[in-house]
């Protein structure tokens, strides 16, 4: 059982910068696959970023490519989400997610853990 908090949401401004972190409880998380989704109002929930277990392996959205970066600290139980360059279409529920085997498929229905998600407004 993984239990997981997202923190770092707010109102910017466009082109400002976000660091979304997700912390995690339990003692296995560093065997963990986690990842970053998103959901607009009235939109299906969207991946964004997956890092493997021991933070070896990334893949982003194409949406994302080149502007947010996902890394982890399993020391510290905790993946991040940096978002730079942020659009007003960024704005969304932010969810850090965790699957407990297996790295590729982007499916939301692959992870098994979700946490309550953080609101990011990105004014124009």
């Known amino acids: 059982q993984v239990q997981l908090v997202e923190s770092g949401g707010g109102l910017v401004q466009a082109g400002a910068s976000l660091r979304l972190s997700c912390a995690a409880s339990g003692r296995t998380f560093n065997s963990y696959t986690m990842g970053w989704f998103r959901q607009a109002p009235g939109k299906e929930r969207e991946f964004l970023a997956k890092i493997s277990a021991s933070g070896s392996r990334t893949y982003y959205a194409d949406s994302v490519k080149g502007r947010f970066t996902i890394s982890r600290d399993n020391a510290k139980n905790t993946v991040y989400l940096q978002m730079n360059s942020l659009k007003p279409e960024d704005t969304a529920v932010y969810y850090c997610?965790?699957?407990?085997?297996?790295?590729?498929?982007?499916?939301?229905?692959?992870?098994?853990?979700w946490g309550q998600g953080t609101q990011v407004t990105v004014s124009a």
């Open positions: 997610a965790a699957r407990g085997s297996g790295f590729y498929g982007t499916d939301v229905s692959r992870y098994n853990y």
